[in-house]
């Protein structure tokens, strides 16, 4: 199972509730989740359903989108318990998720609120020569 992002994936679904999509085929003009992301695979997805709306990671089957993860939505950030109607699925890449260059393709990354910094154990040579050492 692998984390996938493609371009041009939108399907429709009429699914009511909370639970796994039932997805019903490729709006025209894309791909379906299955196509182009793969079964098994995880990608980012968003649905809207007029005012509702949801972004999370979900796991693609065939014909059928898992939400996993619930990232962001119209519901302060749970699940959605979509209406009746018809809902637009797509693949995303949410701004949260998101690693990106500027113009002069310099990486620029989010604020880290408690990174972890990990320092390897070297342990204590046994012996060893010193060469090349300078003072200023």
């Known amino acids: 199972m692998a984390l996938v992002i493609a371009d041009r994936v939108r399907e429709t679904s009429t699914t009511t509730g ?3 999509l ?5 709006v025209s ?20 359903n007029g005012s509702e709306w949801e972004v999370g990671l979900g796991t693609v089957a065939a014909g059928t989108l898992a939400r ?3 990232l962001k939505s119209s519901n ?3 699940a959605v318990n979509f209406s009746a109607g ?6 995303t890449y949410p701004a949260d998720r998101a690693v990106l260059t500027d113009i002069s393709q310099t990486l620029t990354s989010k604020t ?7 320092t390897p154990v070297l342990g204590t040579p046994s ?3 010193l060469t090349s050492c300078t003072a200023d």
């Open 112 to 118: 880290l609120t408690s990174p972890t910094l990990t």
């Open 86 to 91: 018809s809902k637009d699925v797509f693949a």
């Open 127 to 129: 012996s060893g020569n």
């Open 18 to 20: 909370t639970g796994t």
């Open 68 to 70: 996993t993860t619930v």
């Open 22 to 26: 039932t997805l019903a085929g490729a």
């Open 76 to 78: 302060a950030g749970s």
């Open 29 to 48: 003009g894309f791909q379906t989740f299955s196509t182009a992301i793969g079964n098994t695979n995880t990608c980012y997805y968003t649905i809207v």
